[in-house]
């Protein structure tokens, strides 16, 4: 089977700016996770999608948002950019009834 | 925030010999699960180790878990050059769906 995939692989934006980042799970899997990384506060888990329903939330502003749709691809969006939102951000699915995560390699999002 | 601590945070060791790091977390837990980092990349799982289960094995790896000091390890046998990499250990809920809670990992430099 094909691994997680994430893109872009690498993006750049400016303050104030929004940003779309892809994920697409591993086949059959229906459990969406994303996290970021960051040197500062290490991997923090942003939100999980499950059915195309936000199962959980980490404990992040609401200019973090996301959703899946039907064919379990998920979609995390970020508003109104800030510098310290430069970050690895990673996304992981999982399958039904197992804990195990399989990440994508990640999108390094740079904000100036 | 993150779960718990890792430790140490650096390991340098020699190709072939052993690397042992350990983990603690701060609540009650379903799971606990060690993943690999290559240089900022994806992370990549490597083993999962149940609640009511306190030590299991996996090709070199061994980890353990005493949920009563609410802390694991993970040791790696016979070091390759390739096993250079940040480890991180991660604590699931079963409340929580596939969330994950990191430790702030613990970098590994295995020297040929």
């Known amino acids: 089977k094909a691994g997680v995939t994430q893109t872009p692989r690498y993006l750049i934006k400016t303050r104030g700016q929004q940003v779309t980042l892809s994920c697409s799970p591993i086949?059959?899997?229906?459990?969406v996770s994303w996290y970021q990384q960051t040197p500062g506060q290490g991997l923090q888990f942003l939100f999980e999608y499950f059915s195309e329903t936000q199962r959980n939330k980490g404990n992040f502003p609401g200019r973090f948002s996301g959703r899946q749709f039907s064919n379990s691809r998920s979609e995390m969006n970020v508003s109104t950019l800030e510098l310290g939102d430069s970050a690895l951000y990673l996304c992981?699915?999982?399958?039904?009834?197992?804990?195990?995560?399989?990440f994508g390699p990640g999108t390094r999002l740079t904000v100036t | 925030s993150q779960q718990g601590e890792e430790d140490p945070q650096a390991l340098s060791i020699q190709e072939g010999e052993n690397a042992t790091m350990n983990c603690s977390y701060k609540?009650?837990?379903?799971?606990l699960q060690w993943y690999r980092q290559n240089s900022g990349r994806g992370l990549v799982h490597l083993i999962l180790?149940?609640?009511?289960?306190r030590e299991k094995h996996s090709g070199r790896l061994r980890v353990t878990l005493d949920t009563s000091k609410k802390s694991s390890s993970l040791l790696i046998t016979a070091s390759r050059a390739a096993d250079t990499a940040s480890y991180f250990c991660?604590?699931?809920?079963?409340?929580?769906?596939?969330?994950?809670?990191f430790g702030g990992g613990t970098r590994v430099l295995v020297k040929p």
């Open positions: 991660a604590t699931g809920f079963k409340a929580a769906g596939n969330k994950l809670t």
């Open positions: 609540t009650s837990i379903n799971n």
């Open positions: 180790i149940r609640s009511n289960e």
């Open positions: 992981a699915s999982t399958a039904s009834g197992k804990y195990e995560q399989y």
């Open positions: 086949s059959g899997h229906r459990s």
